[in-house]
Protein backbone atom coordinates (compact mmCIF):
# COMPACT_ATOMS: atom_id res chain seq x y z
CA UNK A 1 0.00 0.00 0.00
CA UNK A 2 1.14 3.64 -0.78
CA UNK A 3 1.16 6.18 1.65
CA UNK A 4 -0.62 8.95 0.18
CA UNK A 5 2.10 12.02 0.38
CA UNK A 6 1.60 15.99 0.23
CA UNK A 7 2.97 18.05 -2.27
CA UNK A 8 6.84 18.11 -3.06
CA UNK A 9 8.39 20.62 -0.37
CA UNK A 10 9.43 23.53 -2.13
CA UNK A 11 12.81 25.22 -1.47
CA UNK A 12 11.97 29.07 0.34
CA UNK A 13 13.28 30.70 -3.44
CA UNK A 14 10.10 28.97 -4.66
CA UNK A 15 7.75 30.45 -2.10
CA UNK A 16 5.30 32.98 -3.18
CA UNK A 17 3.94 33.68 0.44
CA UNK A 18 7.78 34.78 1.00
CA UNK A 19 7.62 32.16 4.20
CA UNK A 20 10.88 29.46 4.16
CA UNK A 21 12.03 26.76 6.01
CA UNK A 22 13.66 27.05 9.55
CA UNK A 23 15.91 24.96 11.10
CA UNK A 24 17.29 24.38 14.64
CA UNK A 25 20.20 22.65 15.75
CA UNK A 26 20.37 21.01 19.09
CA UNK A 27 23.33 20.28 20.81
CA UNK A 28 22.54 18.12 23.65
CA UNK A 29 24.79 15.88 26.44
CA UNK A 30 24.39 12.55 24.22
CA UNK A 31 22.98 13.53 21.00
CA UNK A 32 22.72 16.70 18.22
CA UNK A 33 20.71 16.80 15.93
CA UNK A 34 19.45 19.17 13.26
CA UNK A 35 15.93 19.50 12.40
CA UNK A 36 14.13 21.34 9.15
CA UNK A 37 10.93 22.71 8.97
CA UNK A 38 8.56 23.77 6.69
CA UNK A 39 8.01 27.01 8.05
CA UNK A 40 7.61 29.09 11.09
CA UNK A 41 3.71 28.06 12.32
CA UNK A 42 1.57 27.23 14.59
CA UNK A 43 2.19 23.83 13.29
CA UNK A 44 5.75 23.29 11.61
CA UNK A 45 6.22 20.38 9.98
CA UNK A 46 10.07 18.64 9.92
CA UNK A 47 11.27 18.14 6.51
CA UNK A 48 14.48 16.84 7.33
CA UNK A 49 15.53 15.09 10.54
CA UNK A 50 18.96 14.05 11.70
CA UNK A 51 20.42 12.76 14.42
CA UNK A 52 24.52 11.96 15.78
CA UNK A 53 24.43 10.04 19.14
CA UNK A 54 28.30 12.06 20.49
CA UNK A 55 27.72 12.25 23.92
CA UNK A 56 29.90 15.07 24.38
CA UNK A 57 28.47 14.94 28.01
CA UNK A 58 30.43 11.56 28.90
CA UNK A 59 32.38 12.20 31.76
CA UNK A 60 31.27 16.27 32.70
CA UNK A 61 30.24 14.66 35.99
CA UNK A 62 33.24 13.38 37.11
CA UNK A 63 35.75 15.25 35.23
CA UNK A 64 34.44 18.65 34.41
CA UNK A 65 34.88 18.55 30.82
CA UNK A 66 33.03 17.44 27.80
CA UNK A 67 34.47 14.32 26.05
CA UNK A 68 37.13 14.85 23.89
CA UNK A 69 35.95 12.08 21.66
CA UNK A 70 32.07 13.20 21.81
CA UNK A 71 33.30 16.88 20.62
CA UNK A 72 34.99 15.76 17.95
CA UNK A 73 32.08 13.60 16.63
CA UNK A 74 29.72 16.69 16.70
CA UNK A 75 32.04 19.25 15.40
CA UNK A 76 32.04 17.04 12.31
CA UNK A 77 28.15 16.76 12.85
CA UNK A 78 27.89 20.56 12.89
CA UNK A 79 30.19 20.99 9.62
CA UNK A 80 27.76 18.69 7.90
CA UNK A 81 24.54 20.18 9.21
CA UNK A 82 25.65 23.81 7.60
CA UNK A 83 26.55 21.94 4.14
CA UNK A 84 22.82 20.48 4.84
CA UNK A 85 21.47 23.73 5.74
CA UNK A 86 22.75 25.46 2.28
CA UNK A 87 21.40 23.00 0.22
CA UNK A 88 18.06 23.02 1.52
CA UNK A 89 17.49 26.84 1.22
CA UNK A 90 17.34 27.80 4.99
CA UNK A 91 16.04 31.33 5.71
CA UNK A 92 16.98 30.61 9.33
CA UNK A 93 18.88 28.67 11.85
CA UNK A 94 18.35 28.56 15.36
CA UNK A 95 21.15 26.72 17.38
CA UNK A 96 21.44 26.00 21.51
CA UNK A 97 23.74 24.27 23.41
CA UNK A 98 22.91 22.40 26.61
CA UNK A 99 23.28 21.10 29.93
CA UNK A 100 27.47 19.56 29.12
CA UNK A 101 27.97 22.60 27.75
CA UNK A 102 27.04 24.85 30.12
CA UNK A 103 28.26 22.53 33.36
CA UNK A 104 31.97 21.53 31.21
CA UNK A 105 35.03 23.72 32.51
CA UNK A 106 35.56 23.43 28.78
CA UNK A 107 31.94 24.09 27.36
CA UNK A 108 32.71 27.71 26.52
CA UNK A 109 35.33 27.05 24.34
CA UNK A 110 33.52 24.19 22.37
CA UNK A 111 30.27 27.11 22.17
CA UNK A 112 33.15 28.52 19.58
CA UNK A 113 34.03 25.98 17.78
CA UNK A 114 30.50 24.77 17.51
CA UNK A 115 29.72 28.38 15.98
CA UNK A 116 32.63 28.23 13.19
CA UNK A 117 31.63 24.95 12.31
CA UNK A 118 27.95 25.75 11.88
CA UNK A 119 28.47 28.88 10.51
CA UNK A 120 25.66 30.14 12.55
CA UNK A 121 25.45 31.73 16.43
CA UNK A 122 25.10 28.93 19.26
CA UNK A 123 23.28 30.08 22.47
CA UNK A 124 24.25 29.05 25.57
CA UNK A 125 21.18 28.19 27.83
CA UNK A 126 20.18 28.67 30.62
CA UNK A 127 19.01 25.74 33.05
CA UNK A 128 16.11 28.06 33.74
CA UNK A 129 16.03 28.75 29.82
CA UNK A 130 15.95 25.18 29.17
CA UNK A 131 12.87 24.54 31.13
CA UNK A 132 11.21 27.22 30.18
CA UNK A 133 11.36 26.09 25.83
CA UNK A 134 10.95 22.26 27.01
CA UNK A 135 7.59 23.50 28.71
CA UNK A 136 6.50 26.00 25.53
CA UNK A 137 7.30 23.10 23.25
CA UNK A 138 5.08 20.95 25.67
CA UNK A 139 2.31 23.87 25.54
CA UNK A 140 2.69 24.14 21.71
CA UNK A 141 2.04 20.36 21.18
CA UNK A 142 -0.51 19.66 23.50
CA UNK A 143 -4.63 20.97 23.48
CA UNK A 144 -4.92 22.51 26.68
CA UNK A 145 -2.02 20.83 28.82
CA UNK A 146 -2.17 20.87 32.66
CA UNK A 147 0.36 18.95 34.59
CA UNK A 148 4.54 18.94 34.96
CA UNK A 149 7.04 18.60 32.27
CA UNK A 150 9.82 16.07 32.68
CA UNK A 151 12.62 16.47 29.92
CA UNK A 152 14.91 14.19 30.83
CA UNK A 153 18.09 15.00 28.53
CA UNK A 154 21.73 13.26 28.91
CA UNK A 155 22.95 15.88 31.24
CA UNK A 156 20.02 17.35 33.04
CA UNK A 157 16.47 17.08 34.45
CA UNK A 158 13.94 20.34 33.95
CA UNK A 159 10.90 19.67 35.55
CA UNK A 160 8.12 22.83 35.02
CA UNK A 161 4.41 23.46 36.18
CA UNK A 162 1.95 24.16 33.33
CA UNK A 163 -1.37 25.19 33.27
CA UNK A 164 -2.63 26.06 29.80
CA UNK A 165 -0.38 28.31 28.40
CA UNK A 166 0.75 29.11 31.37
CA UNK A 167 4.34 28.13 31.84
CA UNK A 168 4.72 28.38 35.80
CA UNK A 169 7.69 27.71 38.63
CA UNK A 170 10.92 25.75 37.29
CA UNK A 171 13.38 23.26 39.03
CA UNK A 172 16.87 22.09 37.37
CA UNK A 173 18.55 18.46 38.71
CA UNK A 174 22.11 16.83 37.58
CA UNK A 175 20.06 13.54 36.70
CA UNK A 176 20.54 13.24 32.90
CA UNK A 177 21.13 9.90 31.98
CA UNK A 178 24.81 10.46 31.16
CA UNK A 179 25.30 12.49 34.14
CA UNK A 180 23.29 9.48 36.22
CA UNK A 181 25.37 6.91 34.98
CA UNK A 182 28.95 8.47 35.59
CA UNK A 183 27.93 9.61 39.12
CA UNK A 184 26.97 6.34 39.73
CA UNK A 185 29.72 4.81 38.65
CA UNK A 186 27.55 2.45 36.28
CA UNK A 187 25.89 1.14 39.01
CA UNK A 188 21.85 1.13 38.85
CA UNK A 189 21.99 0.67 42.91
CA UNK A 190 23.74 3.73 43.60
CA UNK A 191 21.69 5.84 40.67
CA UNK A 192 18.70 4.59 42.38
CA UNK A 193 20.14 6.26 45.65
CA UNK A 194 21.40 9.75 44.03
CA UNK A 195 17.84 10.11 42.30
CA UNK A 196 15.71 9.55 45.58
CA UNK A 197 18.48 11.59 47.31
CA UNK A 198 18.28 14.29 44.83
CA UNK A 199 14.10 14.25 44.11
CA UNK A 200 13.49 13.91 47.62
CA UNK A 201 13.22 17.89 48.54
CA UNK A 202 11.52 18.95 45.50
CA UNK A 203 8.83 20.88 45.85
CA UNK A 204 7.62 21.49 42.52
CA UNK A 205 7.04 17.40 42.40
CA UNK A 206 4.36 17.81 45.18
CA UNK A 207 2.31 19.94 42.12
CA UNK A 208 2.34 16.21 40.33
CA UNK A 209 0.06 14.64 41.95
CA UNK A 210 -3.32 13.20 40.26
CA UNK A 211 -1.93 15.10 37.15
CA UNK A 212 -0.17 14.39 34.10
CA UNK A 213 3.56 14.10 33.76
CA UNK A 214 4.71 14.69 30.05
CA UNK A 215 7.78 13.01 29.00
CA UNK A 216 10.12 14.82 27.05
CA UNK A 217 13.46 13.30 26.05
CA UNK A 218 15.34 10.46 23.59
CA UNK A 219 15.50 8.05 26.65
CA UNK A 220 11.97 8.41 27.98
CA UNK A 221 10.51 8.09 24.10
CA UNK A 222 12.59 4.85 23.91
CA UNK A 223 10.77 3.54 27.04
CA UNK A 224 7.59 4.28 25.43
CA UNK A 225 8.35 2.56 22.26
CA UNK A 226 9.28 -0.61 24.62
CA UNK A 227 6.14 -0.48 26.12
CA UNK A 228 4.30 0.25 22.94
CA UNK A 229 6.10 -3.29 21.78
CA UNK A 230 5.61 -4.77 24.75
CA UNK A 231 1.74 -4.03 24.44
CA UNK A 232 1.67 -4.76 20.78
CA UNK A 233 -0.19 -1.34 20.23
CA UNK A 234 -2.18 -0.92 17.22
CA UNK A 235 -0.32 3.05 16.88
CA UNK A 236 3.22 3.64 16.32
CA UNK A 237 3.58 7.35 16.61
CA UNK A 238 4.87 8.54 19.70
CA UNK A 239 3.55 11.80 20.33
CA UNK A 240 0.84 11.77 22.84
CA UNK A 241 1.14 7.94 23.99
CA UNK A 242 -0.36 7.81 27.50
CA UNK A 243 0.65 5.01 30.32
CA UNK A 244 -1.45 5.12 33.61
CA UNK A 245 1.17 6.08 36.24
CA UNK A 246 0.63 2.79 38.19
CA UNK A 247 1.78 0.67 34.87
CA UNK A 248 4.58 3.23 34.08
CA UNK A 249 6.30 2.58 37.25
CA UNK A 250 6.23 -1.04 37.07
CA UNK A 251 7.46 -1.09 33.77
CA UNK A 252 10.47 1.58 34.62
CA UNK A 253 11.04 -1.11 37.37
CA UNK A 254 11.39 -3.91 35.18
CA UNK A 255 13.87 -2.09 32.83
CA UNK A 256 15.95 -1.57 36.00
CA UNK A 257 16.16 -5.23 36.71
CA UNK A 258 17.19 -6.28 33.42
CA UNK A 259 19.51 -6.33 31.20
CA UNK A 260 18.69 -3.87 28.27
CA UNK A 261 19.25 -6.45 25.63
CA UNK A 262 17.08 -8.89 27.22
CA UNK A 263 14.01 -6.27 26.99
CA UNK A 264 11.02 -7.32 24.30
CA UNK A 265 12.13 -5.17 20.30
CA UNK A 266 14.67 -4.01 22.41
CA UNK A 267 16.49 -3.83 18.73
CA UNK A 268 13.72 -0.92 17.65
CA UNK A 269 16.41 0.98 20.14
CA UNK A 270 19.39 2.30 19.00
CA UNK A 271 23.03 0.71 20.45
CA UNK A 272 24.11 3.90 21.65
CA UNK A 273 21.16 4.52 23.87
CA UNK A 274 20.54 1.27 25.16
CA UNK A 275 22.67 1.83 28.24
CA UNK A 276 20.69 5.05 29.80
CA UNK A 277 17.22 3.07 29.31
CA UNK A 278 18.11 1.99 33.40
CA UNK A 279 18.83 5.45 34.11
CA UNK A 280 16.20 7.09 32.59
CA UNK A 281 13.66 4.55 34.26
CA UNK A 282 15.10 4.89 37.49
CA UNK A 283 14.22 8.70 37.35
CA UNK A 284 10.98 8.01 36.21
CA UNK A 285 9.85 5.29 38.68
CA UNK A 286 11.31 7.82 41.43
CA UNK A 287 9.41 10.44 40.20
CA UNK A 288 5.96 8.20 40.41
CA UNK A 289 7.10 6.88 44.08
CA UNK A 290 7.11 10.49 45.22
CA UNK A 291 4.47 12.26 43.67
CA UNK A 292 2.06 9.76 41.74
CA UNK A 293 0.37 11.54 38.48
CA UNK A 294 -2.34 10.16 37.01
CA UNK A 295 -0.60 8.79 33.90
CA UNK A 296 2.54 9.65 31.99
CA UNK A 297 2.16 11.39 28.32
CA UNK A 298 5.05 10.91 25.99
CA UNK A 299 5.84 14.01 24.52
CA UNK A 300 7.44 14.20 20.87
CA UNK A 301 7.57 18.27 21.01
CA UNK A 302 10.04 19.94 23.45
CA UNK A 303 12.72 22.25 23.48
CA UNK A 304 12.97 22.93 19.79
CA UNK A 305 9.26 23.20 19.05
CA UNK A 306 9.17 25.52 22.30
CA UNK A 307 11.79 27.83 20.77
CA UNK A 308 9.82 28.08 17.57
CA UNK A 309 6.55 28.57 18.95
CA UNK A 310 8.19 31.12 21.22
CA UNK A 311 8.93 33.40 18.06
CA UNK A 312 5.02 33.33 16.82
CA UNK A 313 2.75 36.33 17.38
CA UNK A 314 0.40 35.92 19.58
CA UNK A 315 -2.57 35.66 17.42
CA UNK A 316 -0.15 32.22 15.79
CA UNK A 317 -0.07 30.87 18.97
CA UNK A 318 -3.59 31.14 19.82
CA UNK A 319 -4.58 29.07 16.68
CA UNK A 320 -5.48 25.51 17.19
CA UNK A 321 -2.46 22.86 15.84
CA UNK A 322 -4.28 20.41 15.11
CA UNK A 323 -6.71 22.52 12.52
CA UNK A 324 -3.21 24.47 11.43
CA UNK A 325 -1.90 21.14 10.60
CA UNK A 326 -5.26 19.26 8.96
CA UNK A 327 -6.26 22.77 7.01
CA UNK A 328 -2.76 22.89 5.64
CA UNK A 329 -3.02 19.08 4.83
CA UNK A 330 -6.28 19.83 2.80
CA UNK A 331 -5.11 22.38 0.83
CA UNK A 332 -2.39 20.38 -0.26
CA UNK A 333 -3.99 17.38 -1.37
CA UNK A 334 -8.11 18.01 -1.39
CA UNK A 335 -10.04 18.08 -4.62
CA UNK A 336 -11.46 21.17 -3.59
CA UNK A 337 -9.86 22.51 -0.38
CA UNK A 338 -12.43 24.47 0.36
CA UNK A 339 -14.75 21.83 0.50
CA UNK A 340 -13.18 20.87 3.77
CA UNK A 341 -14.12 24.46 5.26
CA UNK A 342 -17.74 23.95 3.71
CA UNK A 343 -18.32 20.67 5.25
CA UNK A 344 -17.55 21.34 8.84
CA UNK A 345 -19.63 24.47 8.59
CA UNK A 346 -22.34 21.81 7.19
CA UNK A 347 -21.72 19.48 10.46
CA UNK A 348 -22.43 22.33 12.85
CA UNK A 349 -25.58 23.21 11.69
CA UNK A 350 -26.58 19.33 11.40
CA UNK A 351 -25.44 18.85 15.01
CA UNK A 352 -26.64 22.19 16.35
CA UNK A 353 -29.95 21.25 14.82
CA UNK A 354 -30.30 17.68 16.06
CA UNK A 355 -29.18 19.08 19.59
CA UNK A 356 -26.69 16.93 20.49
CA UNK A 357 -24.67 17.54 23.09
CA UNK A 358 -20.98 17.47 22.16
CA UNK A 359 -18.18 18.77 23.72
CA UNK A 360 -15.40 21.29 22.76
CA UNK A 361 -12.47 18.95 22.33
CA UNK A 362 -15.63 16.86 19.97
CA UNK A 363 -15.92 19.50 18.26
CA UNK A 364 -12.24 19.83 17.10
CA UNK A 365 -11.60 16.49 16.42
CA UNK A 366 -15.14 16.70 13.86
CA UNK A 367 -13.59 19.92 12.12
CA UNK A 368 -9.93 18.22 11.63
CA UNK A 369 -11.58 15.00 10.30
CA UNK A 370 -13.47 17.16 8.14
CA UNK A 371 -10.18 19.15 7.32
CA UNK A 372 -8.63 15.48 6.30
CA UNK A 373 -11.66 14.22 4.88
CA UNK A 374 -10.68 14.44 0.84
CA UNK A 375 -6.83 14.20 1.47
CA UNK A 376 -6.68 10.44 0.11
CA UNK A 377 -8.62 10.90 -3.30
CA UNK A 378 -6.16 9.55 -5.20
CA UNK A 379 -5.72 6.15 -3.60
CA UNK A 380 -7.57 3.37 -5.86
CA UNK A 381 -11.44 3.25 -4.36
CA UNK A 382 -10.63 -0.30 -2.53
CA UNK A 383 -8.04 1.26 -0.44
CA UNK A 384 -9.30 4.80 0.70
CA UNK A 385 -10.15 3.48 3.71
CA UNK A 386 -6.76 1.69 4.66
CA UNK A 387 -5.20 5.07 3.20
CA UNK A 388 -7.06 7.02 5.68
CA UNK A 389 -6.04 4.88 8.60
CA UNK A 390 -2.56 5.22 7.40
CA UNK A 391 -2.51 9.05 7.04
CA UNK A 392 -4.09 9.80 10.50
CA UNK A 393 -2.20 7.00 12.72
CA UNK A 394 1.12 7.85 11.42
CA UNK A 395 0.63 11.89 10.57
CA UNK A 396 3.04 14.16 12.06
CA UNK A 397 -0.15 16.05 13.85
CA UNK A 398 0.05 17.62 17.70
CA UNK A 399 -2.60 19.21 19.19
CA UNK A 400 -4.23 15.28 19.44
CA UNK A 401 -4.06 12.44 21.77
CA UNK A 402 -4.31 8.73 20.33
CA UNK A 403 -8.23 8.72 21.11
CA UNK A 404 -8.66 11.28 18.82
CA UNK A 405 -6.72 10.22 16.25
CA UNK A 406 -8.50 6.83 16.58
CA UNK A 407 -11.66 9.04 16.36
CA UNK A 408 -10.70 10.54 13.32
CA UNK A 409 -9.50 6.97 11.48
CA UNK A 410 -12.92 5.42 12.39
CA UNK A 411 -14.87 8.39 11.02
CA UNK A 412 -12.68 8.24 7.99
CA UNK A 413 -13.11 4.45 7.86
CA UNK A 414 -16.89 4.13 8.03
CA UNK A 415 -17.48 6.32 5.78
CA UNK A 416 -15.93 4.04 2.87
CA UNK A 417 -16.89 0.91 4.70
CA UNK A 418 -20.35 1.83 5.53
CA UNK A 419 -22.00 2.68 9.32
CA UNK A 420 -22.74 -0.93 9.49
CA UNK A 421 -19.22 -2.60 8.92
CA UNK A 422 -16.86 -4.29 11.31
CA UNK A 423 -14.21 -1.71 11.55
CA UNK A 424 -10.80 -2.60 12.55
CA UNK A 425 -11.13 -3.66 16.25
CA UNK A 426 -7.94 -2.79 17.66
CA UNK A 427 -8.70 0.94 16.67
CA UNK A 428 -12.63 0.97 18.16
CA UNK A 429 -10.22 -1.15 21.65
CA UNK A 430 -8.41 2.22 21.59
CA UNK A 431 -11.85 5.02 22.39
CA UNK A 432 -14.69 4.96 24.50
CA UNK A 433 -18.27 3.99 23.14
CA UNK A 434 -19.49 7.28 22.77
CA UNK A 435 -16.56 8.34 20.05
CA UNK A 436 -17.52 5.40 18.37
CA UNK A 437 -20.98 6.45 18.12
CA UNK A 438 -19.59 10.00 17.08
CA UNK A 439 -17.65 8.87 14.62
CA UNK A 440 -20.33 7.10 13.30
CA UNK A 441 -22.59 9.75 13.66
CA UNK A 442 -19.78 12.40 11.57
CA UNK A 443 -19.29 9.41 8.88
CA UNK A 444 -22.87 8.98 7.98
CA UNK A 445 -23.14 13.25 7.27
CA UNK A 446 -20.38 13.04 5.63
CA UNK A 447 -21.76 10.21 3.08
CA UNK A 448 -24.41 12.14 2.21
CA UNK A 449 -22.55 15.36 1.66
CA UNK A 450 -19.84 14.20 -0.96
CA UNK A 451 -22.82 12.18 -2.86
CA UNK A 452 -24.55 15.76 -2.87
CA UNK A 453 -21.46 17.85 -3.56
CA UNK A 454 -19.19 15.61 -5.51
CA UNK A 455 -16.35 17.38 -3.18
CA UNK A 456 -16.42 20.89 -4.66
CA UNK A 457 -16.61 23.89 -3.08
CA UNK A 458 -19.57 25.94 -2.73
CA UNK A 459 -22.23 23.10 -2.96
CA UNK A 460 -23.08 22.39 0.76
CA UNK A 461 -23.85 26.11 1.88
CA UNK A 462 -26.78 25.45 -0.33
CA UNK A 463 -27.98 22.02 0.48
CA UNK A 464 -28.47 22.02 3.80
CA UNK A 465 -29.45 19.17 6.21
CA UNK A 466 -31.07 19.82 9.10
CA UNK A 467 -33.13 18.00 11.82
CA UNK A 468 -36.70 19.51 13.14
CA UNK A 469 -38.76 17.40 15.44
CA UNK A 470 -38.94 13.63 14.53
CA UNK A 471 -37.74 14.17 10.23
CA UNK A 472 -34.01 14.85 9.12
CA UNK A 473 -34.63 16.24 5.88
CA UNK A 474 -32.00 17.44 3.02
CA UNK A 475 -33.42 20.95 1.13
CA UNK A 476 -32.40 20.98 -2.52
CA UNK A 477 -32.67 24.23 -4.28
CA UNK A 478 -34.74 24.09 -7.42
CA UNK A 479 -31.72 24.31 -10.05
CA UNK A 480 -29.89 21.42 -8.13
CA UNK A 481 -32.86 18.99 -7.79
CA UNK A 482 -32.09 16.29 -9.95
CA UNK A 483 -28.86 15.80 -7.62
CA UNK A 484 -32.06 13.70 -5.59
CA UNK A 485 -31.46 9.95 -6.14
CA UNK A 486 -32.23 6.62 -4.54
CA UNK A 487 -29.06 6.39 -3.54
CA UNK A 488 -28.76 9.76 -2.04
CA UNK A 489 -32.37 8.76 -0.56
CA UNK A 490 -30.84 5.84 0.89
CA UNK A 491 -27.94 7.30 2.69
CA UNK A 492 -29.76 9.76 4.37
CA UNK A 493 -32.31 7.52 5.63
CA UNK A 494 -29.59 5.27 6.77
CA UNK A 495 -27.90 8.15 8.88
CA UNK A 496 -32.07 9.27 10.01
CA UNK A 497 -32.35 5.43 11.43
CA UNK A 498 -29.31 6.25 13.14
CA UNK A 499 -30.26 9.33 15.46
CA UNK A 500 -33.80 7.99 15.55
CA UNK A 501 -35.80 10.00 12.80
CA UNK A 502 -37.39 10.23 9.54
CA UNK A 503 -35.55 11.09 6.25
CA UNK A 504 -37.02 13.62 3.53
CA UNK A 505 -35.21 15.16 0.45
CA UNK A 506 -37.53 18.87 -0.14
CA UNK A 507 -36.83 20.45 -3.13
CA UNK A 508 -37.07 24.39 -2.37
CA UNK A 509 -34.60 27.59 -2.53
Known amino acids: MNILMPKPFARSACRADGKGPVAVVDIGSNSIRLVIYDELSRAPTP ?53 AAREASNGAGFVGEAIE ?4 PVSLLSARREAELSALGVVSGFYDPDGVVADLGGGSLELVDIVGT ?15 MDASDHSPRIAQKIAREKLANVKLLCELRGRTLYAVGGTWRALAKLHMR ?25 VERVSAEALVSVESIAPARRPLLAYGAIVLDEMIRLAPPKEVTISAAGLREGLLYEKLGDAERRQDPLLVAARAFNDSNAR ?31 HAACLL ?19 VANGAFTGIDHQGRCFIALAMSYRYLGLD ?13 RMIDRARLLAGATRVAYLVSAAMAGVLPRTPMLCAKSKL ?30 ASIAIGD
Request: glycine share 6%.
Open 336 to 366: SPGHAEDLYTWTDRFIESARFDETAEEKRLR
Open 473 to 502: TLTLPSDLAALASERVSNRLKQLARLIGRE
Open 373 to 391: ADVNWRAHPDYRSEESLSI
Open 117 to 120: ALGA
Open 421 to 433: ADVNPRIRALVPP
Open 166 to 180: KVGKSVSLPLGGLSL
Open 230 to 254: QRNYFLSVMHGYVIPAREAADFAGL
Open 47 to 99: IFNEKALCAIGDGVATTGKLSAAGVEKALASLRRFKALIAIMGVEAVYAIATA
